[in-house]
């Protein structure tokens, strides 16, 4: 059974920094894309960063590009979000989510999963 | 971006009857050399995470009941319950993965019962 399991949410302050991780299993990790995918309260879905299996090629939104940086470690599993210079905005439920990917090309998400809570507050 | 928009906002369906959920995409998804729409539908319930219901338009991942159905092509595309059931309250959300990496989803229908 796929299982991907996020933490590290945390209320700070603006310009703050934190470091989100989900641990999978399940499927084989490394030839899996993954990515980060939030919602605001309340609000709908935004696609935030894309991780190549290998780790090679990453993909930021424009709102979060040089500030956010996805990486994973595939000996342990583990991808994660470091997120620099938080804003109010960025306030959100950080999903990680599992690419569904074909002949090279990554597509939509077939897994997800539950979110962590991070909250940029003065 | 390409800009995905959902209507309605919002709707409110008696148990058993049909409900349906339209999104429109800025630009085409469809891809011309497959003939694949590259759009894919999720439902979200109270407190949960997305879970995928269809993709290439019409798919039904594996497990989704067959009174959703997905159509369209091109720039519109339709989610159609056919039979409401209670267990279906969620707020559905349609995504083009045509221009990756930049993702994007529609904002959303909240389907109620009334």
């Known amino acids: 059974e796929v299982q991907m399991l996020e933490s590290g949410g945390d209320l700070l302050q603006p310009g703050g920094s934190l470091r989100l991780s989900c641990a999978a299993s399940?499927?084989?990790?490394?030839?899996?894309?993954m990515s980060w995918v939030r919602q605001a309260p309340g609000k709908g879905l935004e696609w935030v960063s894309a991780?190549?299996?290998?780790?090679?090629?990453?993909y930021y939104a424009a709102s979060v590009k040089g500030r956010f940086t996805i990486s994973r470690d595939n000996s342990k599993n583990t991808l994660y979000l470091q997120m620099n210079s938080l804003r109010a905005e960025d306030t959100a439920v950080y999903y990680c989510?599992?690419?569904?990917?074909?002949?090279?090309?990554?597509?939509?998400?077939?897994?997800w999963g539950q979110g962590t809570l991070v909250t940029v507050s003065s | 971006d390409i800009v995905m928009t959902q209507s309605p906002d919002s709707l409110a369906v008696s148990l058993g009857e049909r409900a349906t959920i339209n999104c429109k995409s800025s630009?085409?998804?469809?891809?011309?050399?497959?003939?694949?729409?590259?759009l894919a539908w999720y439902q979200q319930k109270p407190r949960q995470p997305p879970k995928l219901l269809i993709y290439w338009a019409s798919t039904r991942e594996s497990g989704v009941p067959d009174r959703f159905s997905g159509s369209g092509s091109g720039t519109d595309f339709t989610l159609t319950i056919s039979s409401l059931q209670a267990e279906d309250v969620a707020v559905y959300y349609c995504?083009?993965?045509?221009?990756?990496?930049?993702?994007?989803f529609g904002g959303g229908t909240k389907v109620e019962i009334k």
């Open positions: 991780i190549s299996g290998s780790g090679d090629n990453t």
């Open positions: 399940g499927f084989t990790f490394s030839s899996s894309a």
């Open positions: 989510a599992k690419d569904f990917c074909a002949d090279g090309f990554c597509y939509f998400f077939d897994h």
């Open positions: 995504q083009q993965y045509y221009y990756t990496p930049q993702l994007t």
């Open positions: 630009q085409s998804v469809l891809y011309s050399s497959n003939n694949k729409n590259y």
